[in-house]
C-alpha cells in the first residue's frame, strides 16, 4: 500500500524567514501528488496539487512545490513565511486515477511574528 | 454557500451509544468520501461513496456505516460508540472517482466518554 511520510513534525520560524517541507511517497507507479493546509480550528484547503507536466507547481499564497521523480518526492516551499501561514500542512498522495488518498503525518508550522 | 457542510459540528455522547454525522455537498460532485482525524492529526480514509456506491472501505469496525442517500449526501452512523472512535472526522467531496482533488468539510470533532 501506498504511503507518504513528512519530516519535521514541528517546524517554528519567524517571519520573512523561507520555508520547505519534505515530503515522500512509496509507489512505484504514477501518482497524483497534493499539499493541503488546516489553519487552527478550520478545515483542509487545497495548497495546490500535481497531476503531470512542469514538475513544479506554483499553488495559492506564494506556495510552490516540486514533483522529483527520482527522489519520489514533492517538496513545498514558500520563500518568505507570514504569521499568517501558521497552520498544519499534510502531503497527500494516491495513484494516478485512483482517489484513494494517502496522507502523511502533517506538518505543524509556527511562524513567529 | 458552504460547499461541503457537516452536521454536527461538535457532538459529545457516551460509551455504547449510537450517533449518526450528516454530510452534504452542493458543488454536483459524484463522489464523496469520509476521513478520521485521530488525536495526533493523522488523517486516514475510511470510506468513499461514487454514485451512491460504495468504493472504498477500508478496514474499518463496522460498527461503522456509511450511508449515501444520493449523490449529494453521506450520512455516517455509528454503533456502540467506544473511547477510541473520538477523533475529528471530515467529510469530502470529488467531482469523480479519478483523478481530481477532494474538497473538505469543516469536520466534526466527535468526543466519547
Known amino acids: 500500500a501506498q504511503s507518504v511520510s513528512q519530516h519535521n513534525h514541528h517546524v517554528i520560524l519567524s517571519e520573512a524567514a523561507s520555508l520547505e517541507l519534505g515530503c515522500n511517497y512509496s509507489?512505484?507507479?504514477?501518482?497524483?501528488l497534493f499539499w493541503y493546509v488546516q489553519y487552527p480550528g478550520q478545515h483542509l484547503q487545497l495548497l495546490l496539487k500535481?497531476?503531470?507536466?512542469?514538475?513544479l507547481v506554483k499553488g495559492i499564497k506564494g506556495f510552490e512545490a516540486e514533483f522529483i521523480k527520482s527522489k519520489f518526492s514533492f517538496n513545498l516551499r514558500k520563500p518568505s513565511v507570514q504569521w499568517s501561514d501558521t497552520a498544519e500542512y499534510f502531503c497527500?498522495?494516491?495513484?494516478?486515477?485512483?482517489?484513494?488518498?494517502?496522507f502523511g503525518k502533517g506538518n505543524q508550522v509556527v511562524v513567529i511574528p | 454557500d458552504t460547499a461541503v457542510s457537516q452536521t454536527p459540528k461538535y457532538l459529545v455522547t457516551q460509551m455504547g451509544n449510537d450517533k449518526s454525522i450528516k454530510c452534504e455537498q452542493n458543488l454536483g460532485h459524484d463522489t464523496m468520501y469520509w476521513y478520521k482525524q485521530d488525536s495526533k492529526k493523522f488523517l486516514k480514509i475510511m470510506f468513499s461513496y461514487n454514485n451512491k456506491e460504495l468504493i472504498i472501505n477500508e478496514t474499518v469496525p463496522n460498527r461503522f456505516s456509511p450511508k449515501s442517500p444520493d449523490k449529494a449526501h453521506l450520512n455516517l452512523h455509528i454503533n456502540s460508540l467506544e473511547l477510541g472512535d473520538s477523533a475529528v472526522y471530515f467529510c469530502?467531496?470529488?467531482?469523480?472517482?479519478?483523478?481530481?482533488?477532494?474538497?473538505f468539510g469543516p469536520g466534526t470533532r466527535l468526543t466519547v466518554t
Open positions: 500535481y497531476f503531470s507536466g512542469d514538475p
Open positions: 469530502a467531496s470529488s467531482q469523480g472517482s479519478g483523478t481530481y482533488e477532494q474538497y
Open positions: 497527500a498522495a494516491s495513484p494516478y486515477g485512483n482517489n484513494r488518498l494517502a
Open positions: 509507489y512505484g507507479g504514477t501518482v497524483n
